[in-house]
Nanobody, 127 residues
Framework: QVQLVESGGGLVQAGGSLRLACAASGRTFSGYPMGWFRQAPGKEREFVAAQRRSGRGTYYGDSVRGRFTISRDNAKNTVYLQMNRLKPEDTAVYYC????????????????????WGQGTQVTVSS
């Protein structure tokens, strides 16, 4: 049974940083894309970042590019999201996602590109 478990969320002041982690179990995703999405109350789930197997393509949503960094540790079957210069509008539940196929980029920036999802971790940025 595949499980994705996020950690690292919390409350931070605007301008601060947080590092999210997502540990996968049940299968290895080292050869497949993994990503992060977020969902604020009353809004649709939004693409944040995705990465194919390390060094093979990294993608960011427009609202986070230059502030967030996605990385992977394939030995630990874990993906990270380093979030810097956080803003109140970054407040949301952040979800980790993993794909079981080599989806094209058009799909990887949408929820349709992923087969497995974590339960989410809350990030709250105070002004």
């Amino acid at each position: 049974q595949v499980q994705l478990v996020e950690s690292g969320g919390g409350l931070v002041q605007a301008g601060g940083s947080l590092r999210l982690a997502c540990a996968a179990s049940g299968r290895t995703f080292s050869g497949y894309p993994m990503g992060w999405f977020r969902q604020a109350p009353g809004k649709e789930r939004e693409f944040v970042a995705a990465q194919r197997r390390s060094g093979r393509g990294t993608y960011y949503g427009d609202s986070v590019r230059g502030r967030f960094t996605i990385s992977r540790d394939n030995a630990k079957n874990t993906v990270y999201l380093q979030m810097n210069r956080l803003k109140p509008e970054d407040t949301a539940v952040y979800y980790c996602a993993a794909s079981s196929s080599l989806a094209n980029t058009d799909l990887l920036v949408t929820t349709r590109g992923y087969d497995y999802w974590g339960q989410g971790t809350q990030v709250t940025v105070s002004s």
